[in-house]
């Protein structure tokens, strides 16, 4: 069975899916799911932190072989200790690393890129994963690398393999030294050309080493749940990437 490993419901802060619709959608569409909350410390004005010992009270009843119960932690070095303690004192299946902060500004907002190039802002992004890479041990698979692109306030915001090559190779490297994972999240695989752009940085990943990938929607919401997932597991076969998801921190794949 296939699991989109990148599902957030009501606990995360700019979620309202209910855990049930979450799961009865996945249902219908023969997938299983990895709830994976938002934890961003130190958010400068909202709270994107969750209770976590409500988590998983509230959702023990579903744990199962179709549903597991995750963390999306939002990696800054400055919240390294913290961050480290959430993952040592609980019994997460999957940790995703996530950058969407740099140097404290949101990339979401407007203001990271505001008399910046292109070159600039994707280059401190890069910069900035991978400065927490280098510490941040306890995370299973990093999420979204193409999270920039998103956001990014420029005519051409894709993410093109060879402009930043130099840096996306020492993260890949990293990632793949560690034996972690690297998301192909599949939010932004609507487009065919952005398959194709993001497509070299996977089999770089594989060329570097790297062996693993977990697919992820990143949904929010009930009609987002496996998206593009059969285009992501095509990329992953492209570059002879295994697919897998994890279970209790420990990699699994269909046999
Ligand atoms: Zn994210
Ligand atoms: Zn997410």
């Known amino acids: 069975m296939l699991v989109d490993t990148h599902v957030h419901t009501c606990f995360s802060n700019d979620s309202n899916m209910a855990i049930e ?17 938002h934890m961003d410390m130190a958010y ?21 072989e179709k549903v597991l119960l995750g963390i999306e932690l939002g990696m ?6 913290d961050n480290r303690d959430i993952v040592n ?5 999957f940790v ?3 950058i969407h902060f740099v140097d404290n500004i949101e990339i979401y907002l407007e203001e990271f890129y505001h008399s910046r190039s292109k070159l ?9 994963m991978l400065d927490c890479l280098k510490t941040y041990d306890f995370i299973d698979s990093v999420g979204h690398i193409d999270y920039i692109s998103r956001y990014a306030r420029y005519d051409d915001p894709e993410l093109y393999y060879y402009e930043f090559s130099d840096r996306i190779d020492e993260i890949l490297k990293l990632v793949a030294r560690n034996e972690k994972a690297l998301e192909i999240n599949t939010r932004r695989l ?3 050309d952005t398959v194709a752009n993001l497509l070299p940085i996977y089999k770089r990943f594989h060329e570097l080493g790297g062996q693993m990938v977990t697919l992820g929607s990143d949904a929010h919401k009930p009609e987002s749940i496996g998206s593009n997932l059969a285009i992501a597991t095509d990329i992953a076969e492209a570059c002879k990437l295994r ?6 921190r420990k990699p699994e794949w269909r046999k």
């Open 44 to 64: 400068p004005e909202a709270d994107v932190t969750f209770d976590i010992k409500q988590y998983f009270k509230d959702y023990a009843k579903y744990r199962s």
């Open 120 to 128: 600039d802002t994707y280059n401190r992004y890069f910069e900035s």
């Open 96 to 98: 995703i690393g996530s």
């Open 190 to 192: 609507t487009n065919p």
């Open 89 to 93: 004192n609980n019994p997460f299946d």
């Open 243 to 248: 697919v897998v998801y994890f279970k209790q």
């Open 21 to 37: 619709t979450a799961i009865h959608r996945a249902s219908e569409l023969g997938l299983a799911i990895t709830i994976t909350e």
């Open 76 to 81: 800054r070095t400055e919240c390294f200790n």
